[in-house]
């Protein structure tokens, strides 16, 4: 596995996982934050410190915040293969039209939005590059660039915007 040159493929969207879609990482050090409450869109509160920043920074507590970002995992298939991958936040703000904390927001104030974003994105065709995990604990490929080939694709967060009536700047 190690040393394999990334692949770019053509692929259909299969499916998204929508019950952990963001993580949280420290806005200063960018170290990855615990979740507080459980592996759904409240696990992405930004209420946690990071401990690091907030001890090395003692004379101006609170100044560490959070934000986040967008792991992905979802089922694409090839003309040959059906593969698990996982997109992070580069690869998904394509898809998304927006930052992870953006489409925090919006689903907070729409519960359902990130089960219909999955399912706006179903069927789509792209054109990905995936590399292997460099991480040998990591099971699934990584989603490194991704090209949707639809001349009239719309990212995820417009498409909702519409559909739940939203204005921009909602």
Do not use: W
């Not at 869109?41 to 986040?68: D, E, H, I, Q, V």
């Amino acid at each position: 596995m190690e040393g394999e040159k990334p692949v770019s493929l053509i692929c259909t969207v299969v499916a998204m996982d929508h019950t952990n879609f963001c993580y949280r990482i420290c806005s200063v050090c960018e170290r990855t934050l615990p979740d507080t409450i459980g592996n759904n869109t409240s696990s992405c509160s930004s209420s946690a410190l990071c401990k690091y920043c907030s001890f090395s920074n003692a004379y101006n507590p609170g100044s560490s915040s959070s934000k986040r970002l967008f792991r992905i995992l979802m089922s694409i298939a090839s003309d040959t293969k059906v593969f698990v991958v996982i997109m992070f936040d580069r690869a998904a703000r394509v898809l998304f039209g927006c930052s992870a904390d953006e489409f925090f927001d919006f689903a907070k104030l729409h519960p359902f939005a990130v089960e219909t974003a999955g399912e706006v994105l179903e069927g789509e065709m792209l054109r990905v590059t995936l590399s292997k995990p460099k991480n040998g604990n990591a099971q699934h490929q990584r989603v490194m660039s991704v090209v949707p080939l639809r001349s009239g694709f719309r990212p995820a967060i417009e498409t909702l915007r519409e559909l739940y009536g939203a204005r921009v700047g909602s």
